[in-house]
Protein backbone atom coordinates (compact mmCIF):
# COMPACT_ATOMS: atom_id res chain seq x y z
CA UNK A 1 0.00 0.00 0.00
CA UNK A 2 2.80 2.22 0.80
CA UNK A 3 4.10 1.78 -2.92
CA UNK A 4 1.03 2.55 -4.54
CA UNK A 5 -0.10 5.72 -2.50
CA UNK A 6 3.82 6.97 -2.53
CA UNK A 7 3.44 8.58 -6.18
CA UNK A 8 -0.41 9.70 -5.98
CA UNK A 9 0.81 11.47 -2.62
CA UNK A 10 3.90 13.15 -4.52
CA UNK A 11 1.79 13.92 -7.31
CA UNK A 12 -0.80 15.37 -5.18
CA UNK A 13 1.64 17.29 -3.45
CA UNK A 14 3.86 18.72 -6.54
CA UNK A 15 -0.40 19.67 -7.68
CA UNK A 16 -0.71 21.72 -4.46
CA UNK A 17 2.91 22.83 -4.45
CA UNK A 18 2.46 25.09 -8.04
CA UNK A 19 -0.05 27.11 -7.51
CA UNK A 20 1.60 28.19 -4.07
CA UNK A 21 4.35 28.93 -5.76
CA UNK A 22 2.59 31.10 -8.56
CA UNK A 23 1.07 32.96 -6.05
CA UNK A 24 3.89 33.52 -3.96
CA UNK A 25 5.33 34.79 -7.33
CA UNK A 26 2.80 36.99 -8.30
CA UNK A 27 3.61 38.57 -4.85
CA UNK A 28 7.29 39.93 -5.82
CA UNK A 29 6.02 40.97 -9.07
CA UNK A 30 4.89 45.07 -9.87
CA UNK A 31 1.48 45.90 -10.61
CA UNK A 32 0.24 48.66 -12.76
CA UNK A 33 -0.51 51.03 -9.66
CA UNK A 34 2.98 50.14 -8.25
CA UNK A 35 4.38 51.64 -11.74
CA UNK A 36 1.93 54.49 -11.65
CA UNK A 37 3.05 55.22 -8.14
CA UNK A 38 6.50 55.45 -8.42
CA UNK A 39 5.56 57.49 -11.81
CA UNK A 40 3.72 60.34 -10.06
CA UNK A 41 6.13 60.50 -7.42
CA UNK A 42 9.21 60.73 -9.22
CA UNK A 43 7.43 63.61 -10.83
CA UNK A 44 6.45 65.44 -7.92
CA UNK A 45 10.03 64.90 -6.77
CA UNK A 46 12.32 66.06 -9.68
CA UNK A 47 9.59 69.07 -10.77
CA UNK A 48 10.04 71.27 -8.55
CA UNK A 49 13.76 71.43 -9.59
CA UNK A 50 13.49 71.42 -13.36
CA UNK A 51 11.20 74.76 -12.66
CA UNK A 52 14.00 76.06 -10.72
CA UNK A 53 16.16 75.39 -13.61
CA UNK A 54 13.71 76.81 -15.93
CA UNK A 55 13.62 79.76 -14.21
CA UNK A 56 17.24 80.12 -12.98
CA UNK A 57 17.70 80.54 -17.44
CA UNK A 58 15.20 82.83 -18.48
CA UNK A 59 14.04 86.17 -17.13
CA UNK A 60 12.20 87.48 -13.97
CA UNK A 61 8.72 88.17 -16.60
CA UNK A 62 8.25 84.37 -16.87
CA UNK A 63 7.37 83.76 -13.13
CA UNK A 64 3.88 85.01 -13.47
CA UNK A 65 3.38 83.62 -16.99
CA UNK A 66 -0.11 81.32 -17.20
CA UNK A 67 0.81 78.89 -18.87
CA UNK A 68 4.70 78.61 -17.27
CA UNK A 69 7.02 77.76 -20.19
CA UNK A 70 8.54 74.24 -19.89
CA UNK A 71 11.73 74.61 -21.31
CA UNK A 72 14.68 76.15 -20.08
CA UNK A 73 16.06 79.65 -21.61
CA UNK A 74 19.27 80.57 -22.69
CA UNK A 75 20.14 83.47 -19.82
CA UNK A 76 21.73 80.74 -17.56
CA UNK A 77 25.33 82.12 -17.97
CA UNK A 78 24.31 85.99 -17.68
CA UNK A 79 22.01 85.29 -14.51
CA UNK A 80 24.96 83.18 -12.95
CA UNK A 81 27.87 86.08 -13.43
CA UNK A 82 25.08 88.37 -11.93
CA UNK A 83 24.92 86.41 -8.94
CA UNK A 84 28.27 86.26 -8.43
CA UNK A 85 28.63 89.94 -9.28
CA UNK A 86 26.71 90.86 -6.35
CA UNK A 87 27.96 92.31 -3.96
CA UNK A 88 25.50 92.34 -1.22
CA UNK A 89 25.92 88.58 -1.30
CA UNK A 90 29.29 87.55 -0.95
CA UNK A 91 28.30 84.42 -3.02
CA UNK A 92 31.42 82.81 -4.31
CA UNK A 93 32.98 83.08 -0.29
CA UNK A 94 29.65 81.72 0.47
CA UNK A 95 30.33 78.83 -1.68
CA UNK A 96 33.91 78.41 0.26
CA UNK A 97 33.12 78.82 3.21
CA UNK A 98 30.34 76.40 2.79
CA UNK A 99 32.52 73.93 1.30
CA UNK A 100 34.70 74.38 4.31
CA UNK A 101 32.50 74.03 6.67
CA UNK A 102 30.38 71.21 5.44
CA UNK A 103 33.66 69.14 4.32
CA UNK A 104 34.68 69.75 8.22
CA UNK A 105 31.62 68.60 9.96
CA UNK A 106 31.28 65.40 7.52
CA UNK A 107 34.82 64.62 8.31
CA UNK A 108 34.75 65.03 11.59
CA UNK A 109 31.79 63.08 12.20
CA UNK A 110 32.60 59.92 10.31
CA UNK A 111 35.63 59.41 12.16
CA UNK A 112 34.15 59.93 15.83
CA UNK A 113 30.76 58.40 14.60
CA UNK A 114 32.62 55.58 13.95
CA UNK A 115 34.58 55.33 16.74
CA UNK A 116 32.16 55.84 19.45
CA UNK A 117 29.69 53.45 17.73
CA UNK A 118 32.46 50.91 18.03
CA UNK A 119 33.27 51.20 21.43
CA UNK A 120 29.84 51.32 22.40
CA UNK A 121 28.98 48.12 20.10
CA UNK A 122 31.98 46.01 21.03
CA UNK A 123 33.99 47.23 23.57
CA UNK A 124 33.15 46.62 27.54
CA UNK A 125 33.36 49.42 29.72
CA UNK A 126 31.67 50.98 32.73
CA UNK A 127 28.61 52.72 32.69
CA UNK A 128 28.51 52.30 28.59
CA UNK A 129 24.47 51.62 28.75
CA UNK A 130 24.11 55.19 30.47
CA UNK A 131 26.32 57.15 28.19
CA UNK A 132 24.53 55.23 25.09
CA UNK A 133 21.35 56.85 26.68
CA UNK A 134 22.55 60.12 27.00
CA UNK A 135 23.54 60.51 23.28
CA UNK A 136 20.20 59.20 21.84
CA UNK A 137 18.48 62.17 24.64
CA UNK A 138 20.75 64.53 22.45
CA UNK A 139 18.58 63.49 19.80
CA UNK A 140 15.52 64.81 21.17
CA UNK A 141 16.72 68.21 21.62
CA UNK A 142 16.67 70.73 18.18
CA UNK A 143 18.99 72.97 17.26
CA UNK A 144 16.78 75.65 17.36
CA UNK A 145 16.71 75.20 21.65
CA UNK A 146 19.99 75.59 22.04
CA UNK A 147 20.66 78.59 19.72
CA UNK A 148 20.96 80.72 22.87
CA UNK A 149 23.78 79.02 24.76
CA UNK A 150 25.54 78.56 21.72
CA UNK A 151 25.83 81.89 21.04
CA UNK A 152 26.58 82.99 24.49
CA UNK A 153 29.42 79.91 24.32
CA UNK A 154 30.66 81.76 20.47
CA UNK A 155 30.85 85.29 22.64
CA UNK A 156 32.75 83.77 25.10
CA UNK A 157 35.21 82.46 23.29
CA UNK A 158 35.21 85.22 20.57
CA UNK A 159 34.15 83.47 17.80
CA UNK A 160 31.45 85.24 16.57
CA UNK A 161 31.39 85.51 12.95
CA UNK A 162 34.33 83.30 12.55
CA UNK A 163 33.35 79.81 10.62
CA UNK A 164 34.37 77.81 13.95
CA UNK A 165 31.54 79.37 15.47
CA UNK A 166 29.53 76.84 12.66
CA UNK A 167 31.91 73.93 12.56
CA UNK A 168 33.01 73.37 16.41
CA UNK A 169 29.06 72.75 17.52
CA UNK A 170 28.44 69.85 15.34
CA UNK A 171 31.46 68.22 14.75
CA UNK A 172 29.59 64.88 15.70
CA UNK A 173 25.87 64.31 16.29
CA UNK A 174 24.07 61.58 18.52
CA UNK A 175 22.53 60.10 15.39
CA UNK A 176 25.69 59.37 13.76
CA UNK A 177 26.72 57.51 16.76
CA UNK A 178 23.44 55.73 17.22
CA UNK A 179 23.54 54.90 12.96
CA UNK A 180 27.29 53.13 13.34
CA UNK A 181 26.72 51.61 16.66
CA UNK A 182 23.82 49.34 15.10
CA UNK A 183 25.63 48.60 11.99
CA UNK A 184 28.76 47.62 13.79
CA UNK A 185 26.84 44.71 15.67
CA UNK A 186 25.58 43.47 12.59
CA UNK A 187 28.24 43.98 10.32
CA UNK A 188 31.32 42.99 12.39
CA UNK A 189 31.53 39.91 14.25
CA UNK A 190 32.93 39.09 17.27
CA UNK A 191 35.47 36.28 16.40
CA UNK A 192 36.88 38.58 14.00
CA UNK A 193 37.78 41.37 16.69
CA UNK A 194 39.23 38.57 19.09
CA UNK A 195 41.24 36.85 16.14
CA UNK A 196 42.69 40.83 15.99
CA UNK A 197 43.34 40.82 19.36
CA UNK A 198 45.43 37.22 19.19
CA UNK A 199 47.45 38.71 16.89
CA UNK A 200 48.55 41.23 18.70
CA UNK A 201 46.46 44.19 17.39
CA UNK A 202 45.71 47.50 19.82
CA UNK A 203 42.24 48.88 19.86
CA UNK A 204 43.10 51.62 17.96
CA UNK A 205 44.50 48.96 14.93
CA UNK A 206 41.39 47.18 15.35
CA UNK A 207 39.38 50.19 14.91
CA UNK A 208 41.44 51.41 11.76
CA UNK A 209 42.05 48.34 9.76
CA UNK A 210 39.55 45.74 10.80
CA UNK A 211 36.28 48.07 11.66
CA UNK A 212 36.69 50.79 9.76
CA UNK A 213 36.88 48.81 6.42
CA UNK A 214 33.66 47.40 7.12
CA UNK A 215 31.26 50.26 8.40
CA UNK A 216 32.42 51.77 4.62
CA UNK A 217 29.08 51.34 2.99
CA UNK A 218 27.50 52.86 6.38
CA UNK A 219 29.67 55.87 6.73
CA UNK A 220 29.13 56.56 3.56
CA UNK A 221 25.56 57.14 3.94
CA UNK A 222 25.97 58.93 7.25
CA UNK A 223 28.89 61.60 5.48
CA UNK A 224 26.16 62.13 2.55
CA UNK A 225 23.62 62.95 5.18
CA UNK A 226 25.82 65.13 7.20
CA UNK A 227 27.04 66.68 3.94
CA UNK A 228 23.47 67.70 2.78
CA UNK A 229 22.44 68.75 6.10
CA UNK A 230 25.61 71.12 6.72
CA UNK A 231 25.06 72.48 3.44
CA UNK A 232 21.71 73.23 3.78
CA UNK A 233 21.90 74.88 7.34
CA UNK A 234 20.38 78.09 7.77
CA UNK A 235 18.67 79.17 11.08
CA UNK A 236 22.63 79.08 13.52
CA UNK A 237 24.86 80.29 10.23
CA UNK A 238 22.33 83.27 10.14
CA UNK A 239 22.64 83.48 14.33
CA UNK A 240 26.61 83.18 14.49
CA UNK A 241 28.21 84.56 11.06
CA UNK A 242 27.96 88.02 9.73
CA UNK A 243 26.74 89.20 5.96
CA UNK A 244 30.14 89.76 4.95
CA UNK A 245 31.61 86.50 5.96
CA UNK A 246 28.68 84.18 5.12
CA UNK A 247 27.73 80.53 4.19
CA UNK A 248 26.09 79.74 0.56
CA UNK A 249 22.37 79.67 2.24
CA UNK A 250 22.81 83.40 3.62
CA UNK A 251 24.12 84.49 0.46
CA UNK A 252 20.86 83.39 -0.91
CA UNK A 253 19.19 85.12 1.18
CA UNK A 254 21.07 88.23 0.42
CA UNK A 255 20.45 87.75 -2.96
CA UNK A 256 17.03 87.95 -2.42
CA UNK A 257 17.48 90.81 0.03
CA UNK A 258 19.80 92.67 -3.06
CA UNK A 259 17.35 92.28 -6.04
CA UNK A 260 13.90 92.63 -5.10
CA UNK A 261 11.58 89.69 -6.41
CA UNK A 262 14.45 88.79 -8.80
CA UNK A 263 13.20 85.64 -8.73
CA UNK A 264 15.89 84.56 -11.65
CA UNK A 265 18.97 85.26 -9.59
CA UNK A 266 17.63 83.29 -6.40
CA UNK A 267 17.29 80.34 -8.23
CA UNK A 268 20.47 81.05 -10.20
CA UNK A 269 22.22 80.85 -7.07
CA UNK A 270 20.25 78.15 -5.71
CA UNK A 271 20.88 76.12 -8.88
CA UNK A 272 24.78 77.07 -8.34
CA UNK A 273 24.48 75.99 -5.05
CA UNK A 274 22.92 72.45 -5.90
CA UNK A 275 25.60 71.55 -8.04
CA UNK A 276 28.16 70.53 -4.75
CA UNK A 277 25.03 68.22 -3.60
CA UNK A 278 25.03 66.34 -6.77
CA UNK A 279 28.71 65.82 -6.54
CA UNK A 280 29.15 64.50 -3.46
CA UNK A 281 26.03 62.16 -4.10
CA UNK A 282 27.94 61.22 -7.10
CA UNK A 283 30.68 60.29 -4.96
CA UNK A 284 29.29 58.45 -2.37
CA UNK A 285 26.49 56.38 -4.35
CA UNK A 286 28.77 53.46 -5.04
CA UNK A 287 28.75 53.18 -1.13
CA UNK A 288 25.04 53.71 -0.53
CA UNK A 289 24.33 51.18 -3.43
CA UNK A 290 26.89 48.85 -1.95
CA UNK A 291 25.21 49.06 1.78
CA UNK A 292 22.19 48.39 -0.14
CA UNK A 293 23.23 45.42 -1.58
CA UNK A 294 25.37 43.87 0.92
CA UNK A 295 21.98 44.17 3.38
CA UNK A 296 20.15 42.23 0.97
CA UNK A 297 22.56 39.65 0.57
CA UNK A 298 22.73 39.55 4.08
CA UNK A 299 18.89 38.71 4.40
Known sequence: MTLVAGPDLAGARGQHARPRAGRL????????????????????????????????????????????????????????????????????????????????VTISTVLFATMAGFA??????????????????????????????????????????????????????????????QYTQQAVPDELIEAARVDGCSTFRIYWSVVLPALRPA????????????????????????PENPTVQLSIRQLNGAYFQDYTLVFAGTTVATVPLLIVFVIFSRQIIGGIMEGAVKA
Do not use: C, H
Open 219 to 242: AGVLALLTFMQTWNEFMWPLAALT
Open 120 to 181: FAKLRFRGKNALLLTVIATMMIPVQMGIIPLYMMMGWFGWQGELQSVILPFLITGFGVFMMR
Open 25 to 104: RGLWEASPLTYITLIVGLVLSVFPIYWMIIVATRGNEIVGDVPPPMLPGGELGENVSKVFDAQEAYFAKGLVNSAIVASS
